[in-house]
């Protein structure tokens, strides 16, 4: 097969002069910040040279589409306001303007990066391992003929190539590889359980941001047809603290025993400013929707605390919760598998001991 | 999490239904300081318990799995964990209707309720049936289910609650240590457990834990489909866990069985898949449990369209869907029987492995029970862990075994049937010459013993008409009427028998008298040359062996036992070796000949100038003589009923004493004749018991007519039970019983095999006063007294000579009459041929 | 309308992954073959809308001989036609994968393309958008519902707590996720269908890509086992103690 080169695309890099990586920025809906994701994948391409941030002006962003027309948001300062685009490391950033994207459409995306592969003459794209990077990183791979490597935990360059490891069964399996491309084209898994990325390579790209990056408004040449798949929100979905990014996780698995069940692990959850997931079994059973899952089939989640109640810790669980910080189990059973991947354990019957932590919480406030 | 004790009088490993079980037991029996270790979590472990089906059908052809099953039922009832469901089997073939009359027959000699319903009975009972499918069924209606996980959970709470156990979950045996041949600890990742009792309760694991202690397990890992199919419509609104009997569809070798709103569909037609030991996947590894592979769906195709033919509405509904599928691992033995008790490789090492859902509490009693030196309540002889000669605990022989076995396990299999892999493995140095002479080889103990040869044949027509020929198809089975000419020949003239499978023990040193004469009922303070038949009892005055003892010094006894029980026999001795003395199996040093018949002893003169005559050499005697350029230990005995000799023959010249004898016999009309002979028509005419067959732990010698006039003076195992028995009027009589007409409804002549029921000529069952069912132990031919014999044990009543009674067979009423109420012989009453 | 679904078959992985010794692939002894648990899905929606609007159901994957079970699989559950893209035993990079695919759908007529949203064992997350982009079609991924008429689809996932939806013109690609339905258990007349059922087969060539495996490794965790903090409702002053400390409650 032949290798689609894009007009413009700069070919194979030989020498780190010439080595640039375009990372894409995925923002938070509500509070307008780089999803930690993001972050992580941004970490990872300052490994890999200096780093172009790509970012659509969605949400909050822009609101009012007014942040583009002050000159404080050529400084960088109200966009990001927790100062993150020197936490991103960039040199440039490349901030697309909302009227030519409207909302989120995967091909416009993809083909922005093309354009924007070309104008920077990237060696490397990345984005973070979400559902939006990783589908607008295939779709950049579809267009260019590029091959693309998903979930990647570590990255360095090697001569023309990069050699990686990327995850596999949701992060169970680690995947030695080499990946030969004029341009690398890599989505950074979003929980990265498995490796953190070696000592010094964060530091070896010299942190521009003391001088923070160039923003530079990009206005990018679309066809109609890159915006005719486009995402519509619907706000009936919407609501609620989600899974994926929840701070706490109260857990509840087979040991709750059926769908009426969780009312006092949503009430515990509520106590502590979490949500509630669950277990492939339990949705696979019909109690509760599939969206609540923690699992290798359902979401990945991160939160400090996972609190798992009568889960018992089947693998397909673990891929899902090994992200988060702290686990706790509360299980009947002192050889679940649970109890090798928790901090602390509470051995006893979730029916007992949930409620009575509820009265516990409770009586404190 | 319980504190790992640093010290136990047992340690059980495996908390499958055995295991929880024996600790049940062992606490009833008053030990403390017990520890039950599970690699698994509790209550389900991951062992084959986990995923049993879950149902008992009573009826077993073996007595032993018969009681063991019997046994188990009434602790799960006692549990409260028994559902009675009733169970059918129901029969696509002519074949097996007539099966299915012989196990209802079976069913009968053991008081299960059985009987053969029609295609719309079974239809009745079982509404979704397609009774066009069938030609008829077996109904067993005591037939139920059980919740073995909570049976489990129960046993192992009331022993933990009577503070005589700890349980370690989740916890792994590393080693097993042994020292001078005890069991000294067991390793584990809890902690090191000293202790001088290890118990093997693994399922399928024990080869892998048996490994640490130095032993071979003779057991192996195999696949057992199961599907569970639904929702099934019908089953919404039934109560429980199962409202329809059970319908084993035994021609296709599967079972449908309802588990609340599904239907389980297991299957013993797949081809034989044997799993490794070592194979099996940790818990970690294993996406259900380790003993549920992932279902291999070729294997059971071809299974579905059975299923769906014989249930078309009920499985054929698109709506249900098959929820469960699993390759689900079960044990399986060489002969299919459980292994139990201790094991020969170190002292304190328990077996209770190998038992299914149906016998696991019975099993765990009968260990518990063994463990605290206790007669077992359920006889298990057959199912000693220290029965196995070292061939079969090969994993070759294991597997191919197993494998062999796998899909005869809801077959048609005559009592007689042989096994065909690894053969020959044992043959005697006459085992060529036995080819060429067209023997048909049974295998016993892994010998290749001829059972009749076809150079025989020529008789046939020399005995016309005395031959009791066998016209229906399922007594013709593995017989021939040569056996009963060679029979007849050897009463004529004389026979050479080939005995090579006897188990030959020696037993020396300063302390072998004393240590023979505590086991033997007999006198064995003898002069040296003496043969002496004895028996060996347990504490209750049972069978323990069978056996005759030859004092050849006064230091020195060779025990000869039979091939089958050689290793349990071996064992039995070891345990009770007094003072300094060992026990050498010298079984594969010596061949034995024997040489039986009128002519016996001018075959034998001719070569050797040893004074043979019966007074130079009298009976019950033995010593060595030369056989030409041999010396051969010969001893006058006969198992049946003749004038001869066994010849001891080390083993590598046997092949020229054979030749030697062969060829002396020209002149005297000597045949080979088979075990055919030696083992049932001589010995049923001479009235001669045997072990395991009328000798077993559940009766006596009082009652099996063994005893003497005299009870010796020393003491030996057994004897207070003995003199009590003696002095008890016996409940039971083991009597030989004549068959007066073996003419059936159609007019064809039928012989009886083996255990079938006695009924009195009401055509009741005949039950003795302990409440022992009266069935035949032993059945053959008497050729040289014109009719089909039987033993059996009669109670007292009717043990009376001239009784007629009534034998069942395959559903059938046959007239009989009780010819002797004693250990009496039918055939030569005053014992001249032998005598002679 | 005419749907094809393409699954792939993977290792039933249930509990930890062990790896063949030279490290190239999962070791299956003892595990058994799967379809990818979202391509499950994929199938039940296929049957689900042919069930509602009429139409054939197709199955496809592409793999070594053995992957005819899993095909098998799908057509116990209601697919009426299977195709096997069959494979020489390599791993296929999503490249060539997806190039096969769109071949098959360009000689079929399919209205409709469903895959997983990524197979459960390589996770590429990327063929079913190669697979639109040779075809020229619109695709919709990490799809949990889905409506669909004559003409058009709509397709929804969540994104950060949020339902999105996309509206597409048929024919196009579309990836799904478990939860977008449960899916169906064979019928025991569904699995004699599929026994008797023809594959139909053909020969995909293997073809270097550029991301290429070395090796796979099992991850290192830290083995360690919680610390109990004590049995039942006893234990919750403590719990609550760990829960300030870690700065939660």
Not at chain 2, 117 to 127: C, F, G, M, Q, Y
Not at chain 3, 66 to 73: G, K, P, S, T
Not at chain 3, 85 to 110: F, H, K, M, N
Not at chain 3, 134 to 161: D, H, N, Q
Request: proline letters at 6%; charged letters at 20%.
């Amino acid at each position: 097969m032949t290798v689609l080169t894009p007009e413009g695309t700069t070919p194979p890099n030989s020498s780190a002069a010439s080595r640039r990586a375009l990372v894409l920025i995925e923002l938070d809906g509500s509070s307008g910040e780089p999803i930690d994701a993001s972050l992580r994948a941004a970490g990872l391409a300052r490994s890999l040279g200096p780093v172009s941030a790509v970012v659509f002006g969605d949400g909050a962003v822009f609101e009012g589409g007014a942040v583009l027309e002050g000159g404080a948001v050529l400084e960088g300062g109200p966009v990001f306001e927790s100062g993150a685009p020197s936490g991103l490391g960039a040199t440039d950033v490349y901030l697309v303007e909302p009227s030519s994207v409207e909302g989120y459409a995967p091909v416009a995306w993809a083909r922005v990066l093309v354009g924007l592969m070309a104008e920077t003459g990237a060696s490397a794209v990345l984005a973070a391992g979400t559902d939006r990077g990783n589908e607008v990183m295939a779709h950049l791979g579809a267009i260019t003929g590029l091959p693309m490597a998903a979930n990647c935990v570590t990255v360095s360059q090697e001569g023309p190539a990069h050699r990686l490891v990327r995850q596999r069964w949701a992060g169970l399996l680690l995947e030695d590889a080499v990946l030969e491309a004029p341009v690398a084209l890599l989505t950074v898994a979003s929980d990265a359980i498995a490796e953190s990325v070696p000592a010094g390579t964060l530091s070896a790209t010299a942190d521009t941001s003391s001088a923070g990056p160039t923003v530079h408004v990009h206005k990018p040449d679309l066809a109609e047809a890159d915006l005719a798949v486009r995402a519509a929100e619907s706000a009936a979905g919407a609501g609620g603290v989600s899974l994926a990014s929840a701070r706490v996780v109260v857990g509840g698995g087979r040991g709750v025993g059926g769908p009426d069940g969780f009312a006092p692990l949503e009430e515990l959850a509520s106590l502590l400013g979490g949500v509630v997931g669950v277990s492939r079994v339990v949705t696979s059973e019909g109690w509760r929707p599939h969206r609540q899952q923690v699992g290798q089939t359902g979401t990945k989640i991160t939160p400090e605390l996972y609190l798992a109640c009568g889960i018992s810790g089947a693998i397909q669980h673990i891929a899902g919760c090994a992200g988060a910080k702290h686990i706790i189990a509360i299980n009947t059973d002192p050889g679940a598998p649970i109890l090798a991947h928790a901090d602390y354990a509470v051995i006893g019957d979730l029916h007992q001991v949930v409620p009575a932590l509820v009265a516990a919480l409770r009586d404190r406030s | 999490m319980s504190d790992t004790p640093s010290r136990a009088s047992a340690v059980i490993i495996g908390a499958g239904i055995v295991g929880n079980s024996l600790v049940h037991h062992l606490a009833l029996l008053g030990w403390r300081d017990l520890v039950l270790v599970d690699k698994g979590p509790m209550p389900n472990p991951g062992g084959s318990t986990g995923h049993a089906s879950n149902f008992i059908f009573p009826i077993e052809y073996s007595k032993m799995m018969f009681e063991l099953t019997r046994d188990s039922t009434e602790q799960y009832q006692e549990l409260g964990v028994f559902t009675q469901s009733g169970g059918i089997e129901v029969a696509r073939t002519p074949e097996r209707m007539i099966e299915l009359r012989r196990r209802c027959t079976m069913a009968k000699a053991w008081g299960i309720p059985a009987s053969v319903i029609t295609p719309a009975e079974v239809r009745k009972l079982v509404p979704y049936l397609d009774d066009s499918v069938i030609i008829g069924g077996g109904y067993f209606p005591t037939v139920g289910v059980v919740d073995s996980l909570r049976a489990g959970t129960l046993m192992r709470e009331r022993a933990v609650s009577s503070g005589a156990l700890t349980v370690l979950a989740s916890t792994e045996v590393f080693d097993i240590d042994v020292a001078d041949g005890q069991i000294t600890g067991v390793v584990t990742s809890a902690g090191r457990i000293e202790t001088d009792n290890v118990v093997i309760c693994c399922g399928v694991w024990s080869p892998r834990i048996a490994r640490m202690a130095g032993a071979r397990m003779a057991l192996t890992p195999c696949v057992h489909q199961m599907i569970s199919v639904g929702p099934i419509a019908l089953f919404a609104d039934t109560p429980g866990e199962i409202s329809y009997p059970i319908v084993r569809d035994v021609d296709t070798n599967m079972y449908e069985r309802q588990h609340g709103g599904d239907m389980e569909v297991g299957s013993y037609a797949h081809r034989p898949i044997i799993v490794p030991p070592d194979d099996i996947p940790s818990i970690e590894e294993s996406a259900l449990s380790p003993t549920e592979l992932p279902f291999t769906q070729d294997d059971f195709d071809p299974q579905l369209a059975e299923a769906l033919e014989l249930m078309p509405e009920l499985l054929g509904d698109e709506k249900a869907g098959i929820r469960y599928a699993i390759n689900g691992l079960i044990s399986m033995t060489p002969d299919g029987h459980p292994i139990l008790g201790e094991m020969p490789e170190a002292r304190g090492l328990w077996s209770a492995a190998a038992s299914w859902i149906k016998e696991g509490p019975g099993c765990g009693r009968a260990v518990a029970e063994l463990m605290s030196g206790k007669v077992p309540a359920v006889d298990v002889f057959e199912a000693n862990a220290a029965r196995f000669w070292s061939h079969q605990t090969t994993v070759q022989h294991v597997e191919a075994r197993a494998d062999e076995a796998f899909n005869k396990m809801y077959g048609i299999v005559h009592p007689a049937e042989q096994w065909e892999s690894v053969r020959p493995q044992r043959v005697s140095p006459m085992y060529a010459r036995e080819r060429d002479l067209g023997a048909v080889f049974y295998e016993t103990a892994g010998w290749e013993r001829p059972f009749w040869y076809e150079s025989n044949s020529g008789l046939l027509e020399k005995y016309a008409g005395q031959l009791m020929e066998r016209p229906a198809e399922w007594e013709s089975r593995w017989w021939s009427p040569i056996i009963n000419a060679e029979h007849l020949a050897m009463r004529e003239t004389c026979a050479l028998v080939d005995l090579s499978a006897f188990t030959v023990l020696d037993v020396t040193g300063p302390g072998a008298l004393a240590t023979m004469a505590n086991l033997a009922v007999a006198q064995l303070d003898v002069p040296a040359g003496r043969v002496v038949y004895t028996s060996f009892l347990d504490e209750n005055g049972g069978f323990v062996a069978d056996l005759t003892v030859m004092r050849l010094a006064h230091d020195r006894f060779r025990v000869v036992t039979g091939g089958a029980t050689g290793r349990s026999d071996f064992k039995w001795i070891s345990d009770h070796l007094v003072g300094e003395t060992a026990v050498a199996d010298v079984t594969g040093a010596w061949t034995t000949i024997g040489l039986w018949g009128p002519n016996a002893r001018a075959v034998l003169s001719a070569l050797t100038s040893a004074d043979v005559s019966h007074e130079g050499f009298t009976f019950g005697t033995c010593r060595e003589i030369e056989v030409g350029s041999t010396v051969v230990l010969a001893s006058r005995i006969s198992y049946v009923g003749e004038l001869g000799w066994e010849l001891y023959v080390p083993i590598e010249q046997g092949g020229k004493v054979w030749d030697a004898l062969w060829e002396a016999g020209q002149a005297h009309g000597l045949i080979p004749a088979g075990i055919g002979v030696y083992g049932t028509t001589g010995r049923l005419e001479k009235g001669y018991r045997a072990f395991g067959a009328e000798l077993t732990q559940e009766y006596t010698l009082v009652e099996a007519g063994l005893t003497r006039p005299k009870v010796k003076s020393q003491d030996f195992i057994g004897k207070q039970a003995y003199l009590r028995q003696r002095d008890e009027q016996p409940c039971a009589v083991l009597c030989t019983l004549t068959v007066d007409s073996c003419e059936s409804a159609d007019g064809t002549l039928r012989y009886m095999l083996g255990k079938e029921p006695i009924l009195s000529l009401a055509g009741e069952r005949l039950v003795d006063a302990k409440g022992r069912p009266s069935y035949v132990t032993s059945a053959g031919s008497g050729p040289s007294v014109g009719k089909h014999l039987l033993m059996a044990y009669l109670p007292a009543d009717v043990a009376v000579e001239g009784t007629p009674l009534l034998v069942e067979y395959m559903a059938e009423q046959f007239p009989v009459t009780v010819a002797r109420a004693s250990s009496a012989p039918l055939f030569d009453q005053d014992n001249s041929r032998i005598r002679s | 309308m005419d749907i094809l679904v393409c699954v792939k078959r993977v290792p039933t992985v249930g509990g930890k992954i062990t790896l063949t010794e030279d490290g190239q692939d999962v070791d299956t002894r003892m595990s058994g073959f799967t379809v990818s648990p979202h391509e499950e899905c994929a199938v039940e929606e296929a049957v689900q809308i042919t069930e509602r609007l009429g139409g054939t159901v197709s199955v496809l994957t592409l793999g070594a001989e053995v992957a005819i079970e899993q095909l098998r699989d799908a057509l116990a559950l209601g697919a009426g036609r299977a195709v096997l893209l069959e494979t020489d035993g390599r791993e296929y990079g999503p490249i060539a994968t997806a190039e096969a695919i769109a071949a098959e759908v360009r000689s079929g007529g399919y209205g409709l393309v469903l895959l997983g949203n990524e197979a459960s064992d390589t996770g590429d997350y990327q063929v079913g958008i190669r697979v639109a982009h040779l075809l020229g079609w619109p695709v919709a991924t990490g799809i949990k519902k889905l409506g669909i008429t004559p003409t058009s689809l709509a397709a929804s996932r969540e994104y950060r707590g949020v339902e999105e939806t996309f509206t597409l013109p048929l024919p196009a690609v579309v990836t799904v996720k478990e939860g977008i339905n449960l899916p169906r258990y064979p019928s025991l007349p569904g699995r004699l269908r599929a026994k008797r059922a023809a594959v139909e087969r053909t020969e995909v060539e293997w073809q270097a890509e550029g991301l290429r495996k070395e090796r796979l490794r099992v991850p290192e965790t830290i083995k360690h086992q919680a610390e109990v903090l004590g049995n039942g409702v006893d234990a919750v002053p403590d719990l609550v103690r760990v829960l300030d400390e870690l700065g939660i409650a």
